[in-house]
């Protein structure tokens, strides 16, 4: 896999749903979830990483390194218990603080099974922890910020061993992060780089409850067990706003990586064609405004950069219902976005 990013990132996310309920609320008998003071449609940001998590499972079949973490009718705690039997010679490889490189790229003596490689110290899963303690003990010849630095990086924990080696398989653990404390075998806790919101819908929704009318009957001893079937609830149509966030400091922490970055973007794009259903109804996305900073830190604030980013409707279609993606014009920075795929470097 290649690096890690180096870049800040920020996105705006326009999706749209027709006739189709894009999620349910479970405490509103799986309604159309709705903010009750504004009547605008909302959409969580589990369920668009649901979206994404099963196309990544779609493109790759699941396979390492592009394995998923959550994924249906699998049990989490399998995967922890992996971690922990994982080959004695796959290497696990630690992001190294700047301040560390030269001293440490100088000194030859590590334990076995711990090396130093590419501005990375890199750790085999089968390190005598209490070795390694001796070890950084002895090193008397680096400055006591680095030996303590160093301790940090090589005295771990098995749970945090395992933990790199989930964030070096699972796709979505070093995209999204996961809490992995499942099981007898725990993994610890991972802060994802990539960062949703919660989406809500452009303008205020209608939720319609649609009667099913069944025409069969259920069993042959009641040939006449007709009538009121089912119930589906649908949102007739909206077009939905969500922003997003990924981090450069932590997607070094994680291993999420330049081809793991164009997978996301390729997900975003993609997902609602493979999520298909007669309840969700017609659902894609519209627009994805990219922005990418120059530096892992940026260059400007996040709100900032959404505030050029505005949707209105258009003057022929304001006295009527939104009923089409036609009816809105999405803008930056007062420009038409015709594209449904847009990069801004910041």
Known sequence: MS??????????????????NPNGDPDAGNLPRIDPETGHGIVTDVCL?????????????????YEIHVRE??????????????????????YLPSDLREELSNYKNYPEGVGFENEGVYLCLNVDIEKIKKEVGKLKDISDASLAKLKELFIDSKD?????????????????????????????QVRGPVQLCFSRSVETILGL?????????????????????ARKAIVPYGLYRTHGFISAPLAKKTGFSEEDIELFWEALLNMFDHDRSAARGEMATRRLIIFKH????????????????????????????????????????GKPVNEIKTLVNV
């Open 3 to 20: 690096e890690a990013i180096n870049n800040r990132y920020e996105f705006v996310l326009f999706f749209d749903v027709k006739n189709g």
């Open 49 to 65: 990483k649901r979206k994404v998590r099963n196309y990544i499972d779609m493109v790759k079949q699941n396979e390492a390194p």
């Open 73 to 94: 009718g699998a049990f989490l705690s399998e995967h922890h218990k992996r971690a922990h039997l994982a080959l004695d010679n796959e290497r696990l490889y630690v």
């Open 160 to 188: 945090r061993i395992a933990k790199k080696w989930m964030c070096k398989n699972f796709y979505d653990v070093r995209t999204f992060g996961s809490v992995m404390s499942t099981g007898d075998k725990t993994c610890g």
């Open 209 to 229: 409850d649609i009667a099913m009318f069944r025409t069969a009957a259920v069993s042959v001893d009641k040939p006449d067990d007709k009538g009121l079937g």
């Open 294 to 333: 120059k530096s892992e830190l940026g260059n400007k604030q996040a709100q900032e950069l959404f505030a050029t980013v505005e949707c209105i409707r258009k003057k022929e279609n304001r006295d009527k219902p939104a009923r089409s993606f036609q009816d809105y014009l999405i803008t930056l920075d």
